[in-house]
């Protein structure tokens, strides 16, 4: 009996690893720290499954994705700041430069915003999710998707202005 609810895990590994670095890449900015979160998602959905059945397999994967990828962030926080600083103070255009120093303050303050509000956050803007269907990854309704992409936004904005040396 146990062998038919095994799932077929190189059918899984296969249609959903692209996703799963994908989204651990676009929070990290690393392949390899994206590889490393790709193959602890994979290892840590097989330990679920043992403990219990899956309702929706991308729904796992996307959310262990998202927050793996958060709590390896938050984890190598300081090493990601050197290295990113690093290659924001390359030579290059000024729209590059301006570019690029956005994308890693975005990082940065998204690994700062609650877990769930950085998954919605990432989710909506790095992986171009609808509203239900990271109410379903997440397991929340739909109007908590809303509240907390809403208060996402407006951290970040908040944060954005204190960078850019607003008063609000």
């Given amino acids: 009996m146990a062998s038919e609810t095994q ?15 994908r989204i651990a890449y676009r929070i990290l900015g690393s392949v390899q ?13 097989v330990k679920l499954h043992a403990a219990g059945p899956i309702q929706s397999w991308l729904g796992l994967f996307v959310r262990l994705a998202s927050l793996r990828a958060l709590d390896m962030r938050r984890s190598r926080r300081s090493v990601l700041q050197l290295i990113e600083s690093d290659r924001a103070t390359q030579s290059g255009p000024a ?6 120093e956005l994308a890693v303050w975005l990082r940065e303050a998204t690994s700062r ?8 956050f990432s989710l909506t803007y790095y992986e171009h ?19 907390c992409l809403y208060k996402a ?7 954005l202005q204190v960078l850019d040396g607003g008063t609000e």
Avoid: M, Y
């Fill in 7 to 21: 799932p077929d895990w190189a059918c899984l590994v296969d249609k959903h690893a692209e996703r799963v670095f």
């Fill in 33 to 45: 720290d994206a590889e490393d979160v790709s193959q602890n998602v994979f290892s840590e959905a």
């Fill in 95 to 100: 729209e590059e430069a301006i570019g690029a």
């Fill in 113 to 120: 915003l609650p877990d769930q509000q950085a998954a919605v």
């Fill in 129 to 147: 999710l609808d509203r239900g269907t990271i109410a379903e990854v997440l397991e929340i309704e739909p109007e908590a998707v809303s509240t």
């Fill in 153 to 159: 936004r407006k951290r970040l904005r908040s944060e």
